[in-house]
T-cell receptor, first 114, second 113 residues
């Protein structure tokens, strides 16, 4: 398996623009997670899905952020409109349903909002 | 407060042993993990330990778990320059039938040649 795939790897955009980040989990994994990593706050869980259904979105910072998982092999995280404080590295991770519950991370998308 | 705490920096000389420490708060955690993040990359699982174990060894890596003190450590023997990275400790939380990870802020290991 190719592992978790994320695109794009880097995104530079201007404040106010819409940003869409994409993730393809490992085939057969039932759970998908979106994280944000910054120097100040570390690694934060934004939202996670189980069998394509959003389970907990309490980590989503505000209504400008939305995530979808239309099928088992694809998820998107959208920011609209983007702001400079959204600049961070966004990671997608996936795992199987059972123990030891280890999560496999993608390479991340580095987002810069000017 | 922080659920998982780690010191932010550690510097060691090549060939020495590195010990990265972590404290956690959830006594019901069934698994604890160590992840490694190299520059520009995602987190890579290094090893994990089940809560009924005190120690786990995997080649140069030794994980020690003290459940009484809620303390986890990762020892890297014969540290190499390729070990320079950020190391994250994580514990698992269970709730509503699901299991989620809580990560520390990471310890940046610098290996001096």
């Amino acid at each position: 398996d190719a592992g978790v795939i994320q695109s794009p790897r880097h995104e530079v955009t201007e404040m106010g623009q819409e940003v869409t980040l994409r993730c393809k989990p490992i085939s057969g994994h039932d759970y998908l997670f979106w994280y944000r990593q910054t120097m100040m706050r570390g690694l934060e869980l934004l939202i996670y899905f189980n069998n394509n259904v959003p389970i907990d979105d309490s980590g989503m910072p505000e209504d400008r952020f939305s995530a979808k998982m239309p099928n088992a092999s694809f998820s998107t995280l959208k920011i609209q409109p983007s702001e400079p404080r959204d600049s961070a590295v966004y990671f997608c991770a996936s795992r199987e349903a059972g123990g030891p519950f280890e999560q496999f991370f993608g390479p991340g998308t580095r987002l810069t909002v000017l | 407060g922080e659920d998982v705490e780690q010191s932010l920096f550690l510097s060691v000389r090549e060939g020495d042993s590195s010990v990265i420490n972590c404290t956690y708060t959830d006594s019901s955690s069934t698994y604890l993990y160590w992840y490694k993040q190299e520059p520009g990359a995602g987190l890579q699982l290094l090893t994990y330990i089940f809560s009924n174990m005190d120690m786990k060894q995997d080649q140069r890596l030794t994980v020690l778990l003290n459940k009484k003190d809620k303390h986890l450590s990762l020892r890297i023997a014969d540290t190499q320059t390729g070990d320079s990275a950020i190391y994250f400790c994580a514990e698992i939380h269970s709730g509503a039938g699901s299991y989620q990870l809580t990560f520390g802020k990471g310890t940046k290991l610098s290996v001096i040649p």
